[in-house]
Nanobody
Framework: QVQLVESGGGLVQAGGSLRLSCTAS????????MGWFRQAPGKEREFVSG????????NYADSVKARFTISRDNAKHTVFLQMNSLKPEDTAVYYC????????????????WGQGTQVTVSS
């Protein structure tokens, strides 16, 4: 059963931190690359970060490098996104996604998607 459930979103002041979690069903997580995307109002969905099935490849969008950290716990079928030094422009719905491609940074690389969690950063 395909299942991706995000949590951890909320309202935070600029400069603050949030930690997003995405727990997946085994067949949606095991052996797959996990990624985070976001979509702000009126904008297209954009890649934030991705981590390969073994953690060997990690990618970040330039806009979040040095501020966000992706990690995964394969035993718990969970991927995390630690977001520090948050900015108002980070405000968006954040989506977790699962894909088979070892290195994946495009929406088309991911087959399964969560419902999203809202992150709002106030100035």
């Amino acid at each position: 059963q395909v299942q991706l459930v995000e949590s951890g979103g909320g309202l935070v002041q600029a400069g603050g931190s949030l930690r997003l979690s995405c727990t997946a069903s085994e067949d949606t997580f095991t052996g797959r690359t996990m990624g985070w995307f976001r979509q702000a109002p009126g904008k297209e969905r954009e890649f934030v970060s991705g981590i390969s099935r073994d953690g060997g490849i990690i990618n970040y969008a330039d806009s979040v490098k040095a501020r966000f950290t992706i990690s995964r716990d394969n035993a718990k079928h969970t991927v995390f996104l630690q977001m520090n030094s948050l900015k108002p422009e980070d405000t968006a719905v954040y989506y977790c996604a699962s894909g088979v491609r070892y290195e994946a940074s495009r929406s088309s690389d991911y087959q399964y998607w969560g419902q999203g969690t809202q992150v709002t950063v106030s100035s």
